[in-house]
């Protein structure tokens, strides 16, 4: 009988945690941490922790041996990454350095998460190697941690990733979909931005490509992911209650104000509209797949949770093709 091999997620109350811990706990043994908001995913042991204790941080990894460690830590809102840069910093960045020094301590992988928004917002397809020219207080922190990664770690991977779409196992944490459904159903107003253009990726997607990773021992490389089209908030929010039945007339067209930092060097290539397109062309060859359109993966999205709420295992496979 072969051991199942051991991840310990910290931050698993968060979005990416808690959804990483459900669709990881059948094939690994699963363990997180959270800071101040328990969940429970039956079969995943969480307890108490504090990224910026370095040593019970320590400890932690010490007691667990986990041979793979995911730092799912992390302020995401970037209106309050601005607003908070302190904060930002604290959990984007010093978070990483503890949790990733006791993972390369103990021998463990470390898988950390990025975000396309590193990038400045230039319209030009972003590639791996780009250095990033981050255009936000968000953006900094996350570009300051892939950094500090990739100099200091042995064993290492790093997804970076559109954004990234499904439900959180958090009830005070509400994703953006969430939200849409929750103002569709009480018939209030959803404004959506039109001015920001990105990919977006499912969460199935997203742990496919890293058990893929994980089964094929892959180390020290950095893989975009992202669909292969941008869109606006506005116009995904309008195809995703068109295939789940809701009212588009609810809909109306904002501007997000995206909160961008003195960074001339970002600035000076970009105008009103921002566009965060990444090249996907390794992740595609390394894993042979093909990333979905914005389109499929709302597909995904209303086939893995919203037209199958009634079954409790719905979560099988992403919506990546695997050729």
């Keep these: 009988?072969?051991?199942?091999?051991?991840?310990?997620?910290?931050?698993?109350?968060?979005?990416?945690?808690?959804?990483?811990?459900?669709?990881?706990?059948?094939?690994?043994?699963?363990?997180?941490?959270?800071?101040?908001?328990?969940?429970?995913?039956?079969?995943?042991?969480s307890i108490k922790c504090d990224v910026h204790d370095k040593d019970i941080v320590q400890k932690v990894v010490f007691l667990f041996k986990p041979d793979i460690t995911v730092y799912a830590v992390g302020l995401k809102d970037i209106n309050a990454c601005q607003k908070f840069p302190?904060?930002?910093?604290?959990?984007?960045?010093?978070?990483?350095?503890?949790?990733?020094?006791?993972?390369?301590?103990?021998?463990?992988?470390?898988?950390?998460?990025?975000?396309c928004f590193i990038f400045s917002g230039e319209d030009t397809l972003f590639k791996e190697n780009d250095t990033p020219m981050p255009s936000s207080v968000y953006g900094n922190t996350v570009a300051s941690a892939e950094f500090y990664i990739q100099k200091s770690c042995l064993n290492y991977l790093i997804f970076r990733c559109a954004p990234i779409m499904g439900r959180s196992y958090n009830p005070f944490d509400m994703t953006w979909l969430e939200t849409v459904e929750r103002l569709n159903y009480k018939g209030e107003k959803i404004i959506c931005d039109t001015k920001i253009n990105h990919g977006y990726i499912d969460i199935w997607s997203v742990v496919e490509i890293f058990k893929q990773a994980m089964d094929q021992n892959i180390t020290n490389r950095l893989f975009q992911i992202s669909s292969k089209d941008l869109?606006?908030?506005?116009?995904?929010?309008?195809?995703?209650?068109?295939?789940?039945?809701?009212?588009?007339?609810?809909?109306?067209?904002?501007?997000?104000?995206?909160?961008?930092?003195?960074?001339?060097?970002?600035?000076?290539?970009?105008?009103?509209?921002?566009?965060?397109?990444?090249?996907?062309?390794?992740v595609e060859a390394t894993f042979n797949i093909e990333m979905p359109t914005f389109e499929e993966v709302i597909n995904t999205i209303y086939e893995k949770s919203v037209g199958k709420r009634s079954t409790k295992n719905a979560i099988k496979s992403a919506n990546v093709t695997f050729i």
């Design 86 to 115: 302190k904060v930002a910093d604290a959990l984007n960045t010093a978070g990483v350095f503890n949790v990733s020094a006791a993972s390369e301590r103990y021998k463990s992988k470390f898988i950390y998460f990025s975000t």
């Design 1 to 45: 009988m072969t051991t199942k091999k051991t991840v310990l997620i910290f931050g698993i109350s968060s979005f990416l945690g808690s959804n990483l811990a459900e669709q990881l706990k059948e094939d690994y043994r699963v363990v997180g941490t959270y800071y101040s908001t328990p969940v429970d995913i039956p079969g995943v042991l």
């Design 231 to 282: 869109a606006n908030r506005y116009v995904f929010t309008k195809k995703y209650l068109e295939k789940s039945g809701g009212d588009t007339s609810l809909l109306s067209k904002g501007d997000w104000h995206f909160p961008r930092t003195e960074n001339r060097l970002a600035l000076q290539n970009i105008g009103d509209e921002l566009n965060f397109s990444m090249d996907t062309e390794n």
